[in-house]
């Protein structure tokens, strides 16, 4: 661990360390939008490409210390309404594009924020809108996020452990066919002997899947915030990275030994055959996805798009009947090709021929520099026309080490 700060913090890494997508966000750009993405909208799409859905909920109760995302802690249930109903809307419009237009969904995912914080009927109301726009009857996957119990301010989470175990078995009595449980590593306060305890917990209930997030601090976050400027607000112990690889490791073999099987860096899972994760899967395979909601991504005819990141930009834009579009980039064919290998690494193991088909790429040669660099560093176990295989300790490092097979033009520049 780092040496501490005055606040008491361990003094981390302040900044993005997860990778999300490829190129950086960072050469996103709003000049996209009329270049790029609208012709892209307007183009017929690709037959054998599938499309997703993805709703952003921005709403909680308050606000964790580490979260980075776009939330709203302040809305009355009006607002929410309004909100809802722009959402509705926003869909409406990108279902008479030509791209969009006429195609189901493959999958459905709400995320937020937390869409759990919407009450049944406005969730049922948001649901009948759009779905009498397309049916989601034959959706591979409808995934919602819920955050379980009620608040709590010592470790900066919005709920505690009854809770959790309450919401869960609730679940599990609807017959929901997957529940995933999340777990961050290297909360504010963490512990081995609490970490520990959080493992066999989760062992216990037995989900379907689990996954597992290292703490990462953007420089938007509460944490973040308080150890660059020093207030002193944020007090207690603060993972560094080695611990924080440690925990998962030790999580894993746990989850392993109760009969889970570890499917990418951050998930586990209890039957392969059953479980599965078509939203994650479609888009690290260049699925197209509408992205709706304030700050929302998408990807639509081989461009990616955000949307306004402010309540207000983007509900005004809904309101005057424009795409809330804010920014857009558009790769290029050898930049998909490293998109979809940067994050199907990810999963731990991937399959050249699939590169070679869909690219024409020969991925072993093309990156034979980066894999022998991983390979001498302990981080790869294979790499050979049959498969690319990370090692465990890759494994739980692979956001650190994906940056090696940008462009040149993409390393050390800005991610967001």
């Not at 750009?29 to 909920?57: F, M, N, W």
Request: charged share 25%; net charge neutral; with cysteine.
């Amino acid at each position: 661990m780092a040496d501490k700060s005055p606040t008491g913090l361990a003094e981390p890494d302040v900044g993005s360390y997860f990778v999300a997508t490829y190129p950086p966000f960072s050469v996103w750009s709003a000049e996209a939008v009329e270049r790029d993405a609208k012709p892209a909208l307007q183009a017929p799409p690709d037959a054998a490409t599938p499309l997703g859905l993805y709703l952003h909920i921005p709403f909680c109760r308050k606000r964790c210390h580490f979260c980075y995302f776009r939330v709203y802690t302040d809305k009355n249930a009006q607002e929410i309404g309004r909100y809802l109903d722009i959402l509705a809307k926003e869909w409406e419009m990108y279902a008479r594009q030509p791209a969009i237009a006429g195609r189901p969904p493959n999958f459905v995912y709400f995320g937020g924020g937390t869409p759990s914080f919407l009450s049944t009927p406005q969730l049922q109301g948001l649901v009948k809108r759009l779905t009498a726009v397309t049916s989601w009857n034959h959706a591979e996957e409808i995934t919602f996020e819920c955050e379980p119990g009620t608040l709590t301010e010592h470790n900066g989470r919005a709920h505690r452990s009854p809770e959790i175990e309450t919401a869960y078995r609730f679940a599990r009595s609807l017959e929901f066919p997957q529940i995933n449980i999340d777990l961050i590593a290297g909360m504010l306060g963490e512990t081995d002997e609490n970490w520990q305890r959080n493992i066999e917990k989760t062992v216990a209930l037995e989900p379907d899947s689990i996954t597992i997030y290292q703490m990462e601090l953007p420089y938007n976050t509460t944490i973040s915030k308080d150890l660059l400027q020093k207030t002193g607000q944020m007090t207690g112990s603060l993972a560094g990275w080695d611990t924080k690889r440690r925990w998962v490791e030790g999580a894993f073999a746990a989850l392993e030994r109760a009969g889970y099987h570890i499917g990418s860096a951050y998930t586990a899972v209890k039957d392969p055959r059953k479980t599965t994760f078509i939203y994650r899967d479609r888009l690290w395979q260049g699925a197209d996805m509408a992205g709706l909601g304030v700050a929302s991504f998408g990807h639509v005819n081989g461009v990616h798009i955000q949307n306004k990141d402010t309540w207000e930009s983007y509900s005004e834009a809904v309101d005057r009947g424009e795409l809330p579009l804010a920014r857009a980039y558009r790769p290029t064919a050898d930049e998909r090709m490293r998109r979809e290998l940067i994050l199907q690494l990810k999963l731990g193991r991937l399959r050249p021929a699939y590169f070679a088909d869909k690219y024409q790429v020969d991925i072993v040669r093309e990156f034979a520099a980066p894999f022998a660099s991983l390979r001498a560093e302990g981080y790869l176990t294979q790499a050979d026309p049959d498969a690319v295989a990370l090692s465990r300790d890759g494994l739980l490092r692979v956001d650190s080490l994906l940056p090696r097979f940008f462009r040149p033009e993409h390393t050390n520049i800005r991610y967001t």
